[in-house]
């Protein structure tokens, strides 16, 4: 897209899904004529959050709106997601040390209050499973149609003295994530469409702060790239990775962890679990000396019980992203889109 | 409000009116069980941001959104005011050394893009005027008719040796305000029902870093308030300070800057000036001592050309607003609501 064309344009679903689209509008709307600053990560490095630096060590700053639809669904709400999505954000570039956060409310004139108390004790509960302090707050009302029910801001700023940024991957580096793949996105899908599914589709959402805590002690400076699969799922997130590590990314099929009850839910709606959401997941880019001792770190964490490896980095297929089904090798194109909107 | 009724209401558009009703909300909900921390001013505070010990200096931290209808307006636009709020926030509590912004898009499925193309230039214009760096962003779309239009929110982060509250105020001391009132919101008003009120009435919107910094630098530890009047105006924000304080703040009429155009609309309309809302506008409370000289500073900078004093602070009417007409004096009630919804 180039501006004479991008004037013309509207604003489509597609460019809030978290794959192509929305990469392509940030780029050419926000990023575009962005000045990088070196030994910096801000804008125009597109990652988790910014990282500047603060004295000796780094500042990071990140920011993400919630606009989840329904607010309420199996395994959370809108509150846990706002926070866990922002402390998650933070720790995806390594910082776990959290000076605080803060949260914006959005409100739909005739919100009920009810609501926004559960939503309210949501956030607090999330806050204290994270240990983290939300220290400022706003809030605003719309006027009835004018937004659909509530939307959130959250804001993080944490301290850190190593950055791990989303670009480093090596080749010979192995891709671990942190369990079971697709269960926010299909929870809330299932969940929105009534779709009758079972009690079984739960989502994922959780704060990775102390996992990710974990993997740094366990793997040190052999941690080298850190990203969480939100919307557009693991194969944007990888893909993403492997662009902008300038790698190949060949996934192992057989390796990835997906519950049973995603499995079922995935196949018959047709949807590939490796392109729907996850909120309490982390890729972890780490060197293959250490990747069993990350490994064995993260699996005596609750939230890394069912962690796995499931790629290596390649010197082929550079910014590739190869799916090895174990009968052949292919492809993955990272969609234009994504199948479901408003998932976070 | 107690929380048996609380939950049984529904959000109102008086609940984002920045008065009253919003601060009961705000009050009941977010900040009721919020534990307040010595010497920090963090969520209980309800202060215009945030304020944590970090080494021997103070983190400042603010967040807010903007949902302001219609979203470019004579003076300004919906990007100029997120950057603006955002480094005026963060200048209120003191801190004029911005570490950085972020900003969160949310988007109506359907916005056109050359819309969000000017409010990307005017939310760089406004940072190279403040001269602040916009560190990290977040897209979002919602689906057609789910949003309407566009919603911003900006967080930002600064640095700074002293804190300067909303709270300080002391019997004896002056009240200034940066200069005429009322502007931002009947110019936002007049744009939205097309008034027909004349081309002159503008919104204020402006970065205040710069003007706050040599108001701390002529009046040093005698700037011992800061507050900006944006929704509920030099009203409420007044009041909330009195309140804080534990002081009376009696207003003159007659000193407050109030520009001809603003005077005639504002009557026209029956809406007092003192109740609509500024967004380049600050309220400094300075010791007896120092006043005229923070005054003359002010004036020296393009923002603050008729600043001027326009109240004191009394030990009578602990906690209130007293407006001295030159007749005689009344109270001030702060409005419950506010007449215009949707103002920043």
Same mark, same amino acid.
């Given at each position: ?132 302090? !939300?220290?400022?707050?706003? @809030? *605003? ?5 004018? $937004?659909?029910?509530?939307? &959130?801001?959250? /804001?993080? +700023? ?79 997130? !990888?893909?993403?990775?492997? @662009? *902008? ?5 060949? $996934?192992?099929?057989?390796? &990835?962890?997906? /519950?049973? +009850? ?83």
């Amino acid at each position: 897209m180039r501006s004479a064309s991008l004037a013309e344009g509207r604003v489509g679903l597609k460019h809030g899904a978290g794959s192509r689209a929305m990469r392509s509008l940030i780029r050419d709307v926000f990023v575009d004529g962005t000045p990088t600053v070196a030994d910096e990560i801000g804008l125009a490095e597109m990652d988790d959050g910014a990282a500047i630096r603060l004295g000796d060590r780094w500042l990071v700053l990140t920011t993400d709106s919630h606009v989840v639809q329904p607010p309420f669904f199996p395994g959370g709400d809108i509150g846990r997601l706002a926070i866990c999505g922002t402390v998650n954000d933070l720790a995806m570039m390594g910082a776990t040390d959290i000076v605080g956060l803060t949260c914006g409310v959005i409100l739909e004139e005739g919100f009920p209050l009810a609501e926004l108390l559960e939503v309210r004790d949501s956030l607090r509960a999330a806050c204290a499973e994270a240990g983290v302090r !939300l220290l400022a707050g706003d @809030t *605003k009302v719309m006027g009835k149609g004018e $937004l659909d029910g509530i939307v &959130l801001n959250t /804001s993080g +700023v944490a301290l850190t003295d190593r950055v791990v940024p989303d670009s480093g991957l090596r080749p010979g580096d192995r891709v671990i994530v942190s369990g079971t793949i697709g269960d926010h996105g299909l929870a809330v899908l299932a969940r929105r469409n009534d779709l009758g599914l079972g009690e079984g589709l739960r989502s994922d959402v959780a704060p990775l702060n102390d996992l990710v805590r974990l993997a740094l002690e366990a793997g040190g400076s052999e941690v080298v790239a850190l990203k969480d699969p939100t919307r557009g799922g693991v194969a944007s997130a !990888l893909a993403e990775m492997a @662009t *902008k590590s300038d790698v190949g990314v060949v $996934l192992e099929e057989a390796s &990835l962890p997906v /519950s049973e +009850v995603v499995r079922s839910a995935a196949e018959l709606l047709g949807i590939d679990p490796l392109h729907v959401a996850n909120e309490g997941k982390a890729l972890i880019g780490v060197g293959e000396r250490v990747a069993e001792q990350v490994l064995a770190a993260l699996r005596e964490h609750p939230l890394g019980r069912r962690a796995a490896i499931i790629g290596r980095c390649v010197e082929e297929h550079r910014g590739q992203l190869v799916l090895d089904t174990g009968f052949g090798r292919r492809l993955i194109t990272e969609l234009e889109g994504e199948p479901l909107p408003r998932i976070c």
